[in-house]
């Protein structure tokens, strides 16, 4: 979707200077009103490149516990509890609600709506509810695998959203996300290659990724909205969060940043939003601003997945030298 693309090459030399400068280098934003609820897709996820699922799952709720991160919201998919690496799933999601988190709908089988009817794609929410409904730290949520809403389809779109409506359901949509799935799917795949990772690199990675994608849709929603909504920020249930999400909270509140619950987030305004737009796919942020015809800002930038597959041969695997084409 247009605003979530990587920038020009013209803004390379401007990206390679942000990702340069040590992390506290930066002054403070303003702190007006700055929320940003944590929210984790794919329950129970695949291994990743150092854990297994149980390592992962015990580190995660750790760092929320040492990060004071009072909840954030686990969207499950009970689909993946019938694989071999979500074989101890349901302890894993029972774990994060005792730790006081909440769960939430992502469909049982982490279905495309665009490849998929309408009426089979319910049936998926349904099944997904079924095992859902009832259980301690349920919200009444449901999250669009892959942030797809039916592509170009707009009676798709529509037909779901009247589906979700009458399940008294509600969009678990999304205003910031940093890409984390696309750097845990390189370290995957690092790891089985053998390569060597410098894991201090990989941590700033991280965080300058994550951080990017936040201050670039916040941008991105003061211009559309003229406020900065309590965000929703998308992260997945990777080994990089077990690894640095304390550090990524501190972060977060180092610029000025207010860590909020998923509760608290979903009671903004912008939830009513039902965007008509020729392209239903990505961030409810995105969408708002396509609608409203607001061009992306041009700073903060916005690290895309090649700036970042670039920068994790040159920085992490210490591989490569050309910059990524735009």
Known sequence: MMYVRTLAVALLAAAL???????????PAQADDKRIALTFDDIPRQ???????EERTERLIAALREAQVE????????GRLETPDGANGEA?????VAAGHVIANHSHSHKHLSKSTALEYL?????????????????????????????????????????????????????????DWHLEALTVEAKKAGRDMDMKALRKLYLQSQLSGVAYHDALARRT??????????????????LFLADLVTELRRDGWTIVTADEAYRDAIG????????????????????????PPLSPIWM????????????????GSSPPAQ
Request: hydrophobic share 45%; no cysteine.
């Open 17 to 27: 200077a942000v990702v340069a400068a040590p992390l506290s280098a930066a002054p």
């Open 47 to 53: 291994a990743g490149a150092f854990f297994t699922p």
């Open 71 to 78: 909840q954030a919201a686990f969207f499950v998919n009970p």
């Open 92 to 96: 894993h999601v029972a774990a994060y």
């Open 123 to 179: 049936a998926d929410i349904d099944r997904a509810e079924r095992w859902l409904a009832g259980r301690e730290g349920y919200r009444p949520w449901f999250r669009f695998p892959y942030l797809d809403e039916g592509a170009d389809d707009k009676a798709k779109r529509d037909a779901v959203r009247a589906g979700l409506a009458a399940r008294g359901l509600r969009n678990g949509y999304v205003t910031a996300d940093g890409s």
């Open 225 to 242: 909205l003229g406020r900065s909504p309590a965000h929703v920020l998308l992260l997945h249930e990777t080994d990089l969060a077990a």
């Open 272 to 295: 009513e939003a039902m965007p008509d737009v020729p392209y239903s796919w990505g961030t409810l942020t995105g969408a708002m601003a396509w609608e409203k015809d607001i061009d």
């Open 304 to 319: 895309g997945t090649s700036m970042v597959s670039w920068l994790f041969e040159t920085r992490v695997v210490k591989q």
